[in-house]
T-cell receptor, first 114, second 117 residues
Framework: DGGITQSPKYLFRKEGQNVTLSCEQN?????MYWYRQDPGQGLRLIYY???????QKGDIAEGYSVSREKKESFPLTVTSAQKNPTAFYLC?????????????FGDGTRLSIL | AQSVTQLDSQVPVFEEAPVELRCNYS??????LFWYVQYPNQGLQLLLK??????LVKGINGFEAEFNKSQTSFHLRKPSVHISDTAEYFC???????????????FGQGTILTVHP
């Protein structure tokens, strides 16, 4: 079955560490997204990519970095500059055109600080 | 710029009762509107969408929503809820006028629907 796979499901970070969250899709979608979810705040866009080797900052990009070297993969690195990284991170993908808003989501990675 | 406000953070309801989850939006351009549902520890699933045409849209699991342009609202309704409808529901808006924000969804804060037996 086609879908989006996020790994790991749970991740722990020590102070000063960078960690990378994986997102892989086999839906042949062009666009991919990273969101951060905090209780009572909905989803906030971190980064998005509409095509391989190109990506744009979302609303809360500080302290995060991404790459898009392959169509199927869009990893997110949470750097030590992100002072409050504890959150639920969701990856999504979509095709282009009007359907760009019909986003398919992975099951998320929950990041906690040790 | 666009924003979404979900007016209730939590809605408790008894099984088989009707429910309405309220959503208002603000945008300087015309928009597409969406409702997504999230079950615990999972990602979001699209429940229904308004792109154009009839302002009453039907989605999965018996949910429907009505787009009211004059009141800038997109409330979600279900005439009779089940225990399995317990989840968090998100209203979202995307601009349909192009520009730099095209393709970016803006989400509301979420409404937790709890259905009691």
């Amino acid at each position: 079955d086609g879908g989006i796979t996020q790994s790991p499901k749970y991740l722990f970070r020590k102070e000063g560490q960078n960690v990378t969250l994986s997102c892989e899709q086999n839906l042949n979608h062009d666009a991919m997204y990273w969101y951060r979810q905090d209780p009572g705040q909905g989803l906030r866009l971190i980064y998005y990519s509409q095509i391989v080797n190109d990506f744009q900052k979302g609303d809360i990009a500080e302290g995060y970095s991404v790459s898009r070297e392959k169509k199927e993969s869009f990893p997110l690195t949470v750097t030590s500059a992100q002072k409050n990284p504890t959150a639920f991170y969701l990856c999504a993908s979509s095709i282009e055109g009007t359907a760009v808003y019909l986003q398919h989501f992975g099951d998320g990675t929950r990041l906690s600080i040790l | 710029a666009q924003s979404v406000t979900q007016l209730d953070s939590q809605v408790p309801v008894f099984e088989e009762a009707p429910v309405e989850l309220r959503c208002n939006y603000s945008s300087s351009v015309s928009v597409y509107l969406f409702w997504y549902v999230q079950y615990p520890n999972q990602g979001l699933q699209l429940l229904l969408k308004y792109l154009s045409g009839s302002t009453l849209v039907k989605g999965i699991n018996g949910f429907e929503a009505e787009f009211n342009k004059s009141q800038t609202s997109f409330h979600l309704r279900k005439p009779s809820v089940h225990i399995s409808d317990t989840a968090e529901y998100f209203c979202a808006v995307g601009n349909n006028a192009g520009g730099t924000s095209y393709g970016k969804l803006t989400f509301g804060q979420g409404t937790i629907l709890t259905v009691h037996p």
